[in-house]
């Protein structure tokens, strides 16, 4: 199922690091005890050091903010003594859902109840979490079920028109919505040969024309598989780094563009000797982990037969710690996730859409130089069409597109930032930022100003890339009062890079410096 809209406010405080999503096999159920907000809660827990805290809290709204990140513990339910005999704040994920009450807020009280609108969203935000994690409900929990604590209190009781069976209940159906809301490896590509080579295009502007030539191989073998070569080809973007090979375990010389063979640090991977074996290798493997049919042409994947079959139908399924099973492609987290992103990017931009741009359709135009203030900021398109959609995201329809050619581009302000996607000012839609860049209010690119930071925490690991998924190639460890700084020279989806050259480091967990 899609992910439900999650505010964030992490907190420099009050939890373990960790980095893995691979603890997490339970989810807990809280109740805030007090009469705050979801905001609110969060801004109290990065406010200072409390001793406790949660990943995520739901309003009286249904509003849904999150304070920890998932990956990292929170302190949600610590006890001197236990009732269950597995789940502890290192395996689980902890949910606070606000609470109103209509007389004595008494812990024992059973004036404590909660909003029809809180419970909705804590049902979907939990479904979202189950799946995404491979949670099953019966490691959806209370906490009182955890160290006997009344809590979450209208759970405990069950005196409420909300009780804990109902919503047991409405988190065990799945339906068949949750599973038809991702995406299937097996099918036909939804992007075209064309949009492949405008994303890398605009990705690398240095590709070499080998890659040009071959993306359409992609299509095809994967039809022969009926495995969607789209999702083929974004996963090589994610693998190759957009045809870089920059900190790449394979060369282009391999034709080996999917990481096949490095199971660790140091292994250089399988090679193939055509690009097309290469890709054809890549289709069946993902065969192999897609269904059960055989295949159709002769196997050239010499891990297909490693493959527990049919393990990940899905790509939200090939990252072994979203997968239910345990298994998957590859052990870094949100790696489907991040193969979906780039598929988003590809299907982004295309040639053959028609309709009005934000040029003539009525709304505003192009904008003059300098327009962007207030948080908004000018971008100019990096291909000849852009789509323009009426939400953030390709599964939007398409309202309009930018049509435009190279040395005849003009500038359109961003009001509002969504998933990888960005809201004219003129009221058009949204465009994919993937092929946009930055210009400043003189009408030149933008150039990126290295700044200082120091970390929030005692100790925060550099990663090779920007991202979870990338190894861990140092530490930050450092007391408080004693913190150095460093200067972030790069930033990209929320991290870091050093200007040392050491990695990449989660911005989350640092503020800027003087």
Known sequence: MAAPKIEKLLTPYNFTNKDSVGR?????????????????????????????????????DGEIWQ?????????????????????????????????????????????WYFEDATVKAAIELTKYLMQKYGVPASHVIRHYDVTGKICPN????????????????????????????MTKITGKAEATAKQM????????????????????????????????????????????????????????SQNNFCGMGVTKNGETGNSFKTPQLGIRAQIQHLKAYANTAKLKQECVDPRFDLVSRGCAPYVEHLGIQENPKGKGWASGAGYGEKILKILDA???????????????????????????????????????VLNIRSGAGTGHPVVGAIREKEGKKK?????????????????????????????SSSG???????????????????????????????????????????????????????????????????????
């Open 24 to 60: 997490i096999k339970y989810i807990v159920i809280h109740y805030v005890g007090a009469l705050g907000g979801a905001k609110a809660n969060c801004q109290y827990y990065a406010s200072k050091y409390i001793g406790a805290s949660a990943h995520y809290f739901v309003g009286f």
């Open 67 to 111: 304070s920890v990140p998932d990956e990292d513990i929170a302190w949600h339910c610590g006890a001197s003594s236990y009732k269950h005999a597995e789940c502890r704040n290192a395996n689980s994920i902890g949910i606070e859902l606000c609470v109103r009450n209509k007389g004595s807020q008494a812990a024992t009280s059973k004036d």
């Open 154 to 181: 209208p759970y405990v009781y069950n005196t409420t028109k909300h009780t804990w069976d109902a919503f047991k209940k409405a988190i065990a159906e799945r339906g068949t919505e949750d599973k038809d809301s």
């Open 197 to 252: 080579i405008a994303y890398i295009k605009a990705k690398n502007g240095s590709v070499a024309q080998s890659v040009l030539d071959m993306i359409p191989l992609y299509l095809s073998e994967g039809e022969a598989e009926n495995i969607r070569g789209d999702i083929a080809f974004a996963q090589s973007c994610l693998e190759t780094g957009n045809f870089t090979f920059s900190g790449s375990a394979v060369k282009l």
């Open 346 to 384: 590809i299907k982004g931009a295309s040639g053959s859409q028609t309709g009005g741009s934000e040029q003539n359709s009525g709304q505003g135009g192009a904008i003059s130089k300098g327009e962007a203030s207030n948080g908004s900021y000018l971008v100019t398109t990096t291909c000849d």
């Open 411 to 439: 500038q359109y302000t961003i009001v509002e930032e969504k998933n990888g996607w960005g809201k004219l000012k003129s009221g058009a839609g949204w465009i994919c930022l993937f092929y946009t860049k930055k210009v």
């Open 444 to 514: 030149a690119s933008a150039a990126f100003t290295p700044y200082l930071v120091t970390t929030t925490c005692d100790v925060l690991n550099i990663r090779s890339g920007a991202g979870t998924g990338h190894s861990v190639v140092g530490t930050i460890r450092e007391k408080a009062g004693q913190k150095n700084k460093y200067t972030i020279v790069e930033e990209k989806n929320g991290w870091g890079k050093l200007k040392s050259g050491a990695g990449w480091i989660s911005l989350s967990y640092t503020k800027k410096a003087s």
